[in-house]
């Protein structure tokens, strides 16, 4: 289906924050007074519509027919991302763990599995429970998952609803999977293992373009820069100015400084450089910094924030000051970024079930792509393909720009 269309609109986004009726505190799900309203985003466009306005935005969106679908295991299973390398990606669940690897050549599932249990059954008698000794292992929660580029290792963040410092099983795992996920997963692990650290209330991972270094940082106010071959030892930078918590990072695409979100008496966007772990620039931020991520070539990086409408690009020219460029208006609250490879494109999944794609050299309003489930990450397959993760399948859209 052809969705090339040209709009314009000026956005006004009212945010309301109803409180969710979950019977379980930490299962709360997305319901329809938890998100934001649409009602005067003039700039979506449906599938089933056809708007035209005066300002250009020059991207065209064509819904490619292929797709992946599957069914959930349990009620509570809810798709959390995506993970792409050149050899095949990673969608990752939350509440039940559940891992999928994808081979994007062929567009199927290759391997299937849950986190939480250990004989392939789920929640099975193999599971360890006393890794969590407040909860149980299920109550950990698999909130990132990233994969090297080669496609035979990922790197999953794992946290717990609680603030009970010594919990165990809560941190960064490693695991190799040139032959599938692997049966020993979360539940088998201790503070021995070199695939494992034991990191509570870690907020964010990122790992290097060049697959050697994995950082993570959280309520400590560090960053931890590890050796992908052993979480064990990793170097620190304090980020503790002004009582700063970590709440996002990811590295230069040269992979010499680190870009980090931090929220403490302040809000700050920080720019650390890896080789001698000093701070060389801030700027105080009105929100959370949620994900930050470089457009390489064009000195800025994109950043968005924890429950906002609202994407800001910041030039780096200077990487010693960054500089607010301009401001976009997002449909819906920002959930993540991907660029695409040709570095002209990015793409920022929300909440209200749709992907805003913007064009790095035009417009500052989005094409809008509007899906029939939440969309929970978008990433580029190629300059001119799009891949998105939806409550319980993967549809793609081919992308191009319109001179």
């Known amino acids: 289906m052809n969705i090339n269309r040209k709009i314009v609109c000026s956005v006004i986004t009212v945010l309301m924050l109803t409180a969710c009726n979950s019977e379980d505190k930490y299962k709360a799900k997305e319901c329809n007074n938890c998100m934001p309203s649409d009602t005067n985003n003039q700039n979506v466009v449906n599938d089933s519509e056809d708007k035209t306005q005066a300002t250009q935005i020059d991207i065209s969106v064509i819904k490619n027919d292929d797709n992946i679908t599957w069914e959930k295991q349990d009620s509570d299973e809810i798709t959390q991302g995506l993970a792409l390398s050149s050899q095949n990606a990673i969608v990752y669940n939350k509440w039940d763990n559940r891992l999928m690897i994808i081979d994007p050549s062929t567009q199927t599932i290759s391997d299937d599995?849950?986190?939480?249990?250990?004989?392939?059954?789920?929640?099975?008698?193999?599971?360890?429970?006393?890794?969590?000794?407040?909860?149980?292992?299920?109550?950990?929660?698999?909130?990132?998952?990233?994969?090297?580029?080669?496609?035979?290792?990922?790197?999953?963040?794992?946290?717990?609803?609680?603030?009970?410092?010594?919990?165990?099983?809560?941190?960064?795992?490693?695991?190799?999977?040139?032959?599938?996920?692997?049966?020993?997963?979360?539940?088998?692990?201790?503070?021995?293992?070199?695939?494992?650290?034991?990191?509570?209330?870690?907020?964010?991972?990122?790992?290097?373009?060049?697959?050697?270094?994995?950082?993570?940082?959280?309520?400590?106010?560090?960053?931890?820069?590890?050796?992908?071959?052993?979480?064990?030892?990793?170097?620190?930078?304090?980020?503790?100015?002004?009582?700063?918590?970590?709440?996002?990072?990811?590295?230069?695409?040269?992979?010499?400084?680190?870009?980090?979100?931090?929220?403490?008496?302040?809000?700050?966007?920080?720019?650390?450089?890896?080789?001698?772990?000093?701070?060389?620039?801030?700027?105080?931020?009105?929100?959370?910094?949620?994900?930050?991520?470089?457009?390489?070539?064009?000195?800025?990086?994109?950043?968005?924030?924890?429950?906002?409408?609202?994407?800001?690009?910041?030039?780096i020219t200077d990487v010693n000051t960054l500089v607010l460029e301009k401001t976009l208006i997002i449909n819906g609250s920002a959930k993540s970024i991907s660029v695409s490879p040709d570095k002209k494109t990015f793409a920022i999944s929300a909440t209200g079930n749709q992907v805003n794609l913007f064009s790095i050299d035009g417009a500052d309003t989005p094409k809008v792509i509007k899906l029939s489930e939440r969309a929970n990450g978008a990433v580029f397959l190629s300059e001119s393909k799009l891949m998105i993760t939806t409550g319980t399948s993967i549809v793609y859209y081919d992308i191009s720009l319109e001179n």
């Open 113 to 315: 599995k849950l986190y939480l249990d250990v004989t392939g059954s789920r929640y099975s008698s193999g599971e360890t429970i006393t890794i969590d000794t407040t909860t149980g292992a299920s109550e950990q929660i698999l909130e990132k998952v990233l994969i090297n580029e080669s496609g035979t290792s990922v790197f999953s963040l794992l946290e717990k609803y609680s603030d009970d410092s010594d919990d165990l099983g809560v941190g960064i795992y490693s695991d190799n999977i040139n032959n599938g996920i692997p049966e020993a997963r979360f539940s088998r692990r201790d503070n021995s293992d070199s695939n494992y650290f034991n990191y509570p209330d870690i907020r964010d991972i990122a790992l290097s373009h060049d697959g050697q270094k994995l950082i993570g940082g959280g309520e400590d106010k560090k960053i931890k820069i590890f050796n992908v071959d052993d979480l064990n030892n990793p170097i620190e930078i304090d980020v503790g100015t002004q009582s700063s918590k970590v709440r996002s990072l990811n590295f230069s695409y040269d992979d010499e400084y680190i870009f980090c979100g931090t929220i403490g008496l302040k809000k700050y966007i920080r720019i650390f450089d890896i080789e001698s772990k000093t701070q060389l620039a801030e700027i105080e931020t009105t929100g959370i910094p949620k994900s930050i991520v470089e457009i390489p070539d064009q000195n800025k990086i994109i950043a968005i924030f924890v429950g906002s409408n609202k994407a800001r690009i910041y030039d």
